[in-house]
């Protein structure tokens, strides 16, 4: 009985009493006060970490502008035979006189003396490093340049056109291993491709200088762009990536410091890098050498594929376009200036390399280089079929319209394989071997550029420009299919998650790991220190 009174009681009065503080005013004050104080510290570290963020990538873009003055440098001995030929042919002038063959010589020697510099960037930039390889290159550009002013007989101005080509291999792998080392991830994408930007502009300042000026004086002022672009790379540090590798760590963190904006983001980078290189050095034997290097996987495989894009690439008629000209375009006849229709062309090519680096940010590189592909193959065949179709037609009005419409259309697409080498050079190869191939894989490009360049002229007179423009159609088809079937994405991935890739068993990238895909860039945490002094980020 009392066990169900005590049940009835329970109902209106709790067996157990809960009791709880409620907090003064004071302390509630208090405690709004440190959490006000903790929100403001967080929005101040915040604000810390993104003003380190864009100090670091202003002073990444500023040390990849110091290379770009030094590769617009370059560009203009690339266009200089387009400005420097006619003129000399000019029937008016006896100065330097030369005919079809001299000439031939003239704009294919920068491309034969290109290798031998190549050859020797890829163990001087290993040896000296890449900024100090860089500022090398200009040495021999100005030399070339004050010759090409005062020259008086054909073999020194094939001489001093030699001197220039001998600069612009020292530049070329160099100058991509360092923005590729230097660039993060995801400015990468952007800063990789604008050295074709560069070469453009020289290419379209040279033609617009030879639009006004004689050609002596076109090689005088060709020497103030190297001049600015040593005192620019003076100030601009070397690659963390040599000066580790080199046992300079110290330089190696006052270098990240400079290009992060943070001290404790560059070395947690660093960390990562010493990490990544004692795993290196542990698994490569001493005695190895850059032969038994290339023959791993690691490096076959990028090797192969860039060699075979850059045939294909100079057989879709990249460079012939540039070197000719003023030549090619006078094929088709018609009342204009031809200087005139060469500096646009350029002109446009400068645009598309721009818009180009831009397009490189948000879309795969395997996707613009197959619409790149399809696009040149497609305009080159239209040209070419046109041009059979009017052959023995007398000329007409619209002629010139659509062979510049396709022309044109030609050189946008084309300027995406035109830039695409030097990216792939800078992210494709592992970093134990990443300046000596790059050196020579720019030095066989350009010994096959020499042999092309030099045998355009016989082409041309045995195929005529319709078949010509048949064999650049058919090399830009080619090139889509090969990259269809073994170019991998590198858009987005880190160069030590691309040297992974290419040590798998896999040549074709339809079988590669699906384990390997796009890894979305996310912005960067605050980093801090814990009580052990390692350094984490969130």
């Not at 500022?135 to 220039?164: E, N």
């Not at 290097?293 to 594929?305: E, G, N, S, T």
Request: charged share 15%.
């Amino acid at each position: 009985m009392s066990v169900e009174r005590d049940d009835e009681y329970s109902k209106f009065v709790p067996n157990k009493l809960s009791y709880h503080v409620v907090p003064g005013a004071e302390f509630q004050c208090k405690l709004a006060t440190h959490a006000a104080h903790t929100r403001k510290l967080s929005t101040i570290d915040e604000q810390d970490c993104d003003g380190a963020n864009r100090r670091g990538i202003m002073n990444q873009i500023l040390a990849t502008c110091a290379v770009l003055l030094l590769s617009a440098a370059c560009g203009m001995p690339i266009g200089y035979s387009a400005v420097l030929l006619p003129q000399l042919m000019d029937t008016n002038t006896t100065e330097v006189p030369i005919d079809v063959n001299i000439g031939s010589w003239i704009a294919s020697v920068h491309s034969l003396a290109t290798p031998f510099g190549s050859l020797m960037s890829g163990p001087l930039a290993d040896y000296l490093g890449r900024r100090k390889t860089l500022m090398v290159s200009i040495i021999p550009l100005c030399f070339g340049w004050s010759i090409m002013a005062m020259v008086k007989s054909v073999k020194v101005l094939i001489f001093a056109r030699f001197l220039c080509g001998f600069a612009t291999g020292i530049l070329g792998g160099p100058g991509q291993v360092y923005i590729a080392e230097t660039a993060e991830p995801n400015l990468r994408s952007l800063l990789i491709g604008a050295p074709y930007v560069a070469y453009s502009c020289g290419i379209l300042l040279v033609y617009t200088l030879g639009s006004v000026f004689y050609w002596r004086t076109v090689a005088w002022c060709a020497n103030i762009l190297p001049l600015c672009a040593m005192v620019a790379i003076f100030c601009i540090p070397e690659t963390p990536n040599w000066l580790l590798r080199n046992g300079q760590e110290q330089r190696a963190l006052l270098a990240l410091r400079f290009l992060r904006g943070s001290e404790i983001t560059a070395q947690k980078e660093l960390n990562d890098m010493k990490h990544r290189l004692s795993k290196e050095r542990a698994t490569t034997k001493t005695n190895e050498n850059i032969f038994t290097l290339c023959c791993q996987r690691v490096a076959i495989k990028p090797l192969f594929i860039v060699i075979v894009f850059s045939l294909l690439q100079m057989f879709s008629g990249t460079f012939i376009v540039i070197f000719y000209a003023v030549d090619i375009i006078s094929e088709f006849g018609g009342d204009f200036d031809t200087k005139q229709a060469a500096i646009w062309t350029a002109a446009v090519r400068v645009i598309c390399c721009m818009i180009f680096c831009g397009v490189l940010i948000f879309v795969r590189r395997r996707r613009i280089m197959i619409i790149a592909g399809v696009g040149s193959g497609v305009f080159c065949l239209v040209l070419s079929c046109f041009m059979y179709s009017r052959m023995g037609e007398p000329k007409m009005s619209y002629d010139i319209l659509v062979a510049g419409i396709c022309l044109l259309g030609y050189i946008v697409f084309n300027t995406a394989l035109m830039v695409m080498p030097g990216i792939m050079i800078g992210e494709l190869f592992p970093a134990r071997i990443r300046g000596r191939t790059a050196g020579g894989v720019f030095a066989s490009m350009n010994v096959a550029l020499f042999i092309f360049a030099k045998g355009f002229p016989a082409l041309q007179a045995a195929l005529k420009m319709r078949g010509v423009f048949l064999v650049f159609a058919l090399s830009s088809f080619l090139l889509t299919i090969f990259m269809c079937l073994f170019q991998p994405e590198t858009k987005g991935r880190s160069l030590d998650h691309i040297e992974d890739y290419f040590n798998g068993n896999n040549w074709l990238w339809f079988r590669r790991d699906r384990g390997y895909k796009t890894v979305k860039l996310l912005p960067l945490q605050p980093l801090k220190e814990n009580s052990t002094g390692v350094v984490e980020g969130a």
